[in-house]
């Protein structure tokens, strides 16, 4: 009788090994959990990166989504170095790690080093996804950052030709807008972003960008409404009510200011919002 033969990355097992041998039987046995459980703990290369690409991005101050991100990157580029994701993942966790303070559009926002860093990745991304939409979408992110408005919109309409309802193309085109001072394209293309986004948190996105358009234009009600209108749209986000709490600051509005803080801080105690509280209530007491 001829005997069949299972190839594994722990050895090769023959049915007559099997018949014979118990021990032989335990290995094969625990050779296919250990890989089940290695496909339903990690996804494919390509989700993999894209889950840590968007789990980073919606929650870009959490260590521990970070933590977690950065295990899928490494999952994913063990699993498939060719993958364009991976490298679209990699040049967004790069620039979180050297992330110091202000905008995420602005270069000044980041440690030394930090975007270049990001741009390589950015640009292997393109080189292997040139077929790609978020490639150049993405790539144009960090054109942006290094104030390459040209370059970046050409980026963008590659990606819009990859993918038209791709909601990057659309939302990087509007930062490109308010950085020129020309908010009214600026708005419309947040607009039209804000028709194809795919994850809940994009309105998100849109909404603050429309709020830095608005003070651009200096039109204070419509940017303290569109703080309330996140507030609103994300009752449970701590960073929501500490955006308006600072908003509220800036506009010489302490006491009111203290009030978000604290509400900000009984969801989430960030740094940030307990720094700021304490200087909120000295201003407070003061007037």
């Avoid at 959990?33 to 990690?42: G, H, I, P």
């Avoid at 709020?211 to 701590?238: C, F, H, S, T």
């Amino acid at each position: 009788m001829k005997a069949e033969v299972w190839v594994t990355s722990f050895g090769f097992f023959s049915s007559q090994t099997l018949r014979k041998d118990s021990n032989a039987m335990k290995n094969l046995l625990t050779a296919t959990l250990l890989l089940f459980f290695s496909a339903t703990v990690f996804g494919s290369a390509k989700d993999d990166a894209m889950t840590a690409y968007f789990l980073m991005e919606e929650s870009p101050f959490d260590r521990d989504v970070f933590s977690r991100s950065m295990k899928l990157i490494n999952s994913a580029y063990q699993a498939d170095q060719n993958e364009p994701w991976v490298y679209i993942a990699s040049s967004l966790s790069t620039m979180q790690r050297g992330y110091k303070i202000g905008s995420w559009f602005h270069s000044k926002s980041f440690k030394p080093g930090t975007i270049d860093k990001a741009h390589e990745f950015a640009l292997k991304a393109v080189e292997h996804g040139a077929d790609k939409s978020q490639a150049h979408a993405h790539l144009a992110r960090v054109m942006i950052i290094k104030q390459q408005y040209r370059e970046a919109w050409n980026s963008l309409n590659t990606a819009y030709q990859r993918d038209n309802n791709n909601f990057y193309a659309w939302f990087y085109k509007g930062i490109i807008g308010y950085y020129m001072k020309d908010y009214d394209r600026a708005l419309s293309h947040f607009d039209k972003a804000q028709t194809l986004t795919t994850k809940r948190y994009h309105q998100k996105l849109v909404t603050r960008q429309k709020q830095r358009v608005a003070r651009g234009q200096g039109n204070k009600l419509l940017e303290e409404q569109l703080y309330i209108k996140n507030i609103n749209d994300y009752p449970d986000n701590a960073y929501m009510y500490g955006n308006y709490a600072h908003y509220l600051l800036k506009n010489n509005r302490p006491s009111e200011s203290v009030t978000y803080y604290k509400k900000a801080i009984s969801i989430k105690p960030y740094r940030q919002a307990l720094k700021m509280l304490i200087v909120a209530e000295e201003k407070a007491a003061a007037r």
